[in-house]
Nanobody, 114 residues
Framework: VQLQASGGGLVQPGGSLRLSCAASGSIFSFNAMGWYRQAQGNQREMVASIISSGSTIYANSVKGRFTISRDNAKNTVYLHMNSLKPEDTAVYYC?????????WGQGTLVTVSS
């Protein structure tokens, strides 16, 4: 399983970005997919997850600003990020779970700065 994350970049505070995570195969087999982030000097933390039923979970810090979604036909999960803040600056990683197996994509850097 390969996960390819993309969409990071430099954005001003208040701006928006959309991250994409494309899987090498069908995402139907995954119990859950999600986005994590790691800011410099901090531990990696969960940002948003979507489980096979379609239910979603968000970190309190991003509720109301970020939305996770998936396109089963494209085997892709998205993270729509609005009202970005400087504290959202981090490397964002895509993650997928299949039973007890965990897969990570490479990170994509999001920098929120004026």
């Amino acid at each position: 399983v390969q996960l390819q994350a993309s969409g990071g970049g430099l954005v001003q505070p208040g701006g928006s970005l959309r991250l994409s995570c494309a899987a090498s195969g069908s995402i139907f087999s995954f119990n859950a997919m999600g986005w994590y982030r790691q800011a410099q000097g901090n531990q990696r933390e969960m940002v948003a997850s979507i489980i096979s039923s379609g239910s979603t979970i968000y970190a309190n810090s991003v509720k109301g600003r970020f939305t996770i979604s998936r396109d089963n036909a494209k085997n892709t999960v998205y993270l729509h990020m609005n009202s970005l803040k400087p504290e959202d600056t981090a490397v964002y990683y895509c993650r997928a779970n299949r039973r007890s197996d965990v897969y990570w994509g490479q990170g994509t850097l999001v920098t929120v700065s004026s």
